[in-house]
């Protein structure tokens, strides 16, 4: 059952930081119990099932496969991350609040004020799109890798009886999902190596900024990512988001002024790749 906490922005930034002072937000104790671990198995195999429906010969009949499949899984992480013990252990965990796949989560969408999002990740949508022009071979191709991995992660739960290594496998089982998915999406990046040695123009100030603020959600991303006009519209959302930040407490993050902001903008934009 979904929870709709309705706490008003401010008060959900004083309750956070009160309840990590006083350690009251953590994963909790009490363990999955095993009829809840049997669900999240029962769903891993339906998933593989849907997967394999992908080697149908009907054109129509794998594009219809491929899109349940990914709605299966958005579903899955949404039962996996309800489970006991898998709250958010600090305003720094993305993974956990992503607005666009919170839809009303432990704490709600108003989660999303705990951390700075961008570059079109959700903002409070109800799910993450079919990553475009996604055919069913390549869908299944990457998904199968996916899937092996989530058959043992599952195993190793299932057998594990120790409650707090339980939620530590479980937790793995949810991030590592997080990560495949947003890379099938083109996210990938968000755990690459880019830094602000490794940007154009490293001693500039721009991208000092960059890797300094971005820097604090994801790796600092790469400008050719966007065209000019496409990161205008990106660093828009950051600067309407941080402005909501701005008046909550215990955010946990660094916030630009606007001539900074300004400046990461110029700079993304001088070495952003070519319009089409």
């Not at 496969?65 to 299966?72: F, I, T, Y």
């Not at 607005?99 to 951390?115: E, I, K, L, S, Y």
């Not at 820097?215 to 988001?241: D, I, K």
């Not at 941080?242 to 902001?261: F, K, N, S």
Request: aromatic share 4%.
């Amino acid at each position: 059952m979904r929870a709709n906490h309705l706490f008003s922005r401010t008060a959900l930034g004083l309750w956070c930081a009160g309840a990590l002072a006083l350690g009251m937000w953590s994963p909790g104790a009490v363990p999955q119990s095993n009829d809840q671990v049997q669900e999240l198995q029962a769903q891993v195999d339906a998933l593989n099932q849907e997967l394999a429906r992908l080697k149908a010969r009907d054109p129509a009949a794998q594009r219809q496969a491929m899109e349940n499949h990914w709605s299966m899984m958005q579903d899955h992480m949404q039962s996996t991350r309800q489970m006991s013990g898998m709250g958010v252990r600090n305003c720094g965990d993305r993974m956990m609040i992503d607005p666009g796949m919170v839809d009303g989560g432990m704490m709600g969408a108003r989660m999303m004020n705990c951390t700075m999002m961008g570059h079109g990740i959700g903002m409070g949508a109800p799910g993450w799109a079919l990553p475009s022009g996604m055919a069913p071979d390549a869908y299944r191709q990457q998904m199968e890798g996916h899937m092996q991995r989530m058959r043992s992660q599952m195993s190793r739960i299932s057998a594990e009886t120790n409650p707090g290594k339980r939620q530590a496998l479980m937790r793995e089982h949810y991030e590592t999902m997080y990560r495949d998915m947003q890379t099938m999406r083109g996210l990938g990046w968000m755990w690459g190596t880019v830094g602000a040695a490794s940007l154009p123009d490293p001693d500039s100030a721009g991208a000092k900024l960059v890797s300094q603020y971005c820097g604090q959600c994801h790796v600092p991303p790469s400008p050719s990512l966007h065209t000019r006009s496409e990161w205008s519209q990106v660093t828009q959302r950051m600067r309407a988001h941080i402005g909501e930040q701005a008046g909550t407490a215990g955010a946990g993050v660094l916030v630009p002024r606007t001539a900074e902001l300004d400046a990461v903008t110029d700079y993304l934009g001088e070495h952003a790749k070519a319009e089409h």
